[in-house]
Nanobody
Framework: QVQLVESGGGLVQAGGSLRLSCAASGRTLSAYAMGWLRQSPGKEREFVAFITRSGEFTDYADSVKGRFTISRDDAKNTVYLQMNSLNLEDTAFYYC??????????????????WGQGTQVTVSS
């Protein structure tokens, strides 16, 4: 079983950037497809970004395409989410997620088997 710990969240002005990190332990990260989800108050948890085990394929929610980039460094057992051009709608709690089945990390209702405690991202005007 993998344990995930997110970091890098915080308060940023609209138009700014943040980089989230997700450190994995317990099992080798390379065994998992990885993703980022987010949840805002009063909303369901939603898919943000996804990367395959090989790192060759990525996918993004339409709302973040062209602004966010997911990447992974299996040697460091870490996944990243680079977030640029942040806007107020990006304010949310961000979760790192892992699964052996890629489809569980994507789609309108992602249901990963493992996720971290999350990190808050707040974008101010």
């Amino acid at each position: 079983q993998v344990q995930l710990v997110e970091s890098g969240g915080g308060l940023v002005q609209a138009g700014g950037s943040l980089r989230l990190s997700c450190a994995a332990s317990g099992r080798t990260l390379s065994a998992y497809a990885m993703g980022w989800l987010r949840q805002s108050p009063g909303k369901e948890r939603e898919f943000v970004a996804f990367i395959t085990r090989s790192g060759e394929f990525t996918d993004y929610a339409d709302s973040v395409k062209g602004r966010f980039t997911i990447s992974r460094d299996d040697a460091k057992n870490t996944v990243y989410l680079q977030m640029n051009s942040l806007n107020l709608e990006d304010t949310a709690f961000y979760y790192c997620a892992a699964d052996l089945v890629s489809s569980r990390l994507r789609g309108p209702v992602p249901r990963p088997n493992w996720w971290g405690q999350g990190t808050q991202v707040t974008v101010s005007s």
